[in-house]
């Protein structure tokens, strides 16, 4: 609206003072004038048919030697619109229609005016030249802030996916150390509760103490890896060496046996050096498998853990198998993210899980099969360093 304004106050300024050749216009002059400047309001809407009009009004101005400069400005804003709005073939056409209209119109009024016309046909040109620079500017530059808005928008989508992503994983690993520890503690202080209420005269010393020393290494174990777990979260080196792996499972084994369970484990003898990822994987499978048959199965479950890895052309498969043998799993009220957590953390080594009850008899079977990465197979026996 404002540079329309300029436009027609510039407009009404060069009809008056008659710059340039022509005559001051009358009535009909005025309202060409009026019809070439007044549709400028819509020129960023409708380029083409701005254009239209001016041509339409100005060309009988022209013809009609009416102040020939006072005309310009209007058909400058047009012509310019047109080009910096694009696109470029649509630039071109409109450009030649109006360099064809004026040289006719031109050699209407004065068929010697060879000079008037180049001038006329040069000035549109440039105009329509400075128009398409603008224009090719302002995409290039709208293209540059697209994409650093698009990569801004990446990083934090990306950012976003990563902490998801790590608090997941944080809610896994301590679900994996804390439901383990408190299970553990919880059927001990039963066992070690049973001892002292079941015949208080004759108290068995050694059971009590057997059950209370069980108390204190799982509290002992689950502190040490959860300081691990702190460790990590605040970026520093672990001072207590690595994150268990699958050589930590007898480890398990004793911590479910000191509960009560009967645990059967069998791997290989000896057994291949896995990726830490896969190894973290082995030892939460076995860990959460062993937890949930001694809270739902009971303390005396009877659980067998397999695990051996199975060659093949197409690669090496880790298969872990952990069986209770205990009665079926009672409804719970609340339900857990045990198995949610094993799924999830065997997804992430691009493996499978099943967990379901066992066939042919009571109890639950849980089975994991982790592919071994290209480059990162084991080795026979007799190769390994």
Request: a negative charge; proline letters at 7%; aromatic letters at 4%.
């Amino acid at each position: 609206m404002a540079l329309t304004g300029g436009v027609a106050a510039l407009t009404a300024a060069l009809a008056l003072t008659r710059l340039g050749a022509g005559d001051r216009p009358d009535l009909l002059g005025w309202t060409l004038l009026v019809v070439a400047v007044l549709p400028l309001v819509w020129r960023l809407v409708h380029p083409l048919a701005v254009l239209a009009l001016m041509v339409a009004s100005v060309g009988p101005y022209h013809a009609l030697d009416y102040a020939h400069a006072a005309a310009v400005p209007a058909s400058v804003v047009a012509v310019y619109s047109v080009a910096v709005l694009g696109p470029r073939r649509r630039t071109v056409l409109a450009g030649g229609a109006v360099i064809g209209t004026a040289v006719t119109i031109m050699l209407v009024i004065d068929a010697d005016g060879g000079l008037a016309m180049f001038q006329t046909a040069g000035w549109v040109l440039v105009v329509l030249v400075f128009g398409e620079t603008m224009r090719i500017q302002r995409e290039y530059v709208a293209a540059v802030t697209e994409r650093a808005e698009r990569a801004e928008r990446t990083r934090e989508e990306e950012a976003a996916r990563r902490v998801a992503e790590e608090r997941l994983r944080i809610a896994r690993d301590l679900h994996d150390l804390l439901a383990h520890s408190i299970t553990l503690i919880g059927v001990q202080t039963a066992v070690a509760s049973h001892v002292l209420i079941a015949d208080p005269d004759r108290l068995d010393r050694p059971a009590l103490a057997e059950a209370l020393d069980g108390i204190a290494d799982t509290c002992r174990d689950a502190r040490t890896e959860l300081r691990r777990t702190l460790e990590v979260l605040r970026a520093g080196e672990p001072e207590q060496g690595p994150l268990p792996g699958s050589a930590g499972l007898p480890d398990l084994v004793r911590a479910a046996e000191s509960a009560g369970a009967a645990v059967e484990l069998a791997v290989p003898e000896a057994p291949p050096s896995l990726p830490p990822a896969v190894d973290a994987a082995v030892y939460r499978i076995v860990q959460e498998s062993l937890t949930n048959a001694v809270r739902h199965a009971g303390p005396s479950v009877r659980v067998r853990v397999r695990v051996g890895v199975d060659r093949a052309p197409e690669g090496a498969v880790v298969r872990v198998v952990v069986t209770d043998f205990g009665g079926a799993r009672p409804p719970t009220a609340e339900a857990g993210f045990g198995i949610v957590g094993m799924r999830e953390r065997v997804r992430s080594v691009g493996g499978t899980l099943t967990a379901a009850p066992r066939r042919g008899g009571p109890g639950f079977e849980v089975t994991a099969e982790l592919p071994m990465p290209e480059g990162e197979r084991p080795l026979p026996e007799g190769e390994r360093p």
